[in-house]
């Protein structure tokens, strides 16, 4: 398996664009989960899916995030409009469920809005 | 306060020395406790995983809690420079009906050859 796939690896957009970016898990993993991480805050929960169902969206920082899972093997979190406290490296992850806080990440959008 | 207090670091340590990473929490629901090492420009990845107050070794690796103290560590015996790497505490709780997991901000180690 080629684990959790993210693209793009890097995005630099500027102020008030829409930003959208990919999640590919592992198949067979039912969950996914969106996390953001920077120096001051570490890695923060987003969103997470079970099922492709969106369980968990009160990280979400505002309503200019917005995810989606359409099937179980891809999902994107869009911004729009973008702003550059959104910097951050956006990190997409996937689990069975088991154990509790196993979770496979992908190697990450760094995102930098100018 | 946050859930979970993580050293920042950087701590350096020669190649053979005994690392200890630590953190420490605040809410006595958490269940379950991992460790994840997170190289530069990486996604993190899943080091340690226990349920228990206790040891668990794995490897050159140890992962201890003491849930009365509300404490973990993650002992590393015979440090490589390949250890070098971002260490990030998890833990997780009930909350809503299902599992949250917590992440410390994480620990960086520099092992130096």
């Known amino acids: 398996d080629a684990g959790v796939i993210q693209s793009p690896r890097h995005e630099v957009t500027e102020m008030g664009q829409e930003v959208t970016l990919r999640c590919k898990p592992i198949?067979?993993?039912?969950?996914l989960f969106w996390y953001r991480q920077t120096m001051m805050r570490g890695l923060e929960l987003l969103i997470y899916?079970?099922?492709?169902?969106?369980?968990?969206d009160s990280g979400m920082p505002e309503d200019r995030f917005s995810a989606k899972m359409p099937n179980a093997s891809f999902s994107t979190l869009k911004i729009q409009p973008s702003e550059p406290r959104d910097s951050a490296v956006y990190f997409c992850?996937?689990?069975?469920?088991?154990?509790?806080?196993?979770?496979?990440f992908g190697s990450g959008t760094r995102l930098t809005v100018v | 306060q946050k859930e979970v207090e993580q050293d920042p670091g950087p701590l350096s340590v020669p190649e053979g020395a005994i690392v200890s990473l630590n953190c420490t929490y605040s809410n006595s629901a958490f269940q379950y406790f991992m460790w994840y090492r997170q190289y530069s420009r990486k996604g993190p990845e899943l080091l340690m995983y226990?349920?228990?107050?206790g040891n668990k070794e794995d490897g050159r690796f140890t992962a201890q809690v003491d849930k009365s103290s509300k404490y973990i560590s993650l002992f590393i015996r015979d440090s490589q420079p390949s250890d070098s790497a971002t260490y990030l505490c998890?833990?997780?709780?009930?909350?809503?009906?299902?599992?949250?997991?917590?992440f410390g901000t994480g620990t960086k180690l520099q092992v130096i050859p």
């Open positions: 899916f079970n099922n492709n169902v969106p369980i968990d």
């Open positions: 992850a996937s689990s069975t469920g088991f154990p509790i806080g196993g979770y496979t």
């Open positions: 998890a833990m997780s709780a009930r909350s809503g009906g299902y599992q949250k997991v917590t």
């Open positions: 198949s067979g993993h039912d969950y």
């Open positions: 226990t349920y228990s107050s």
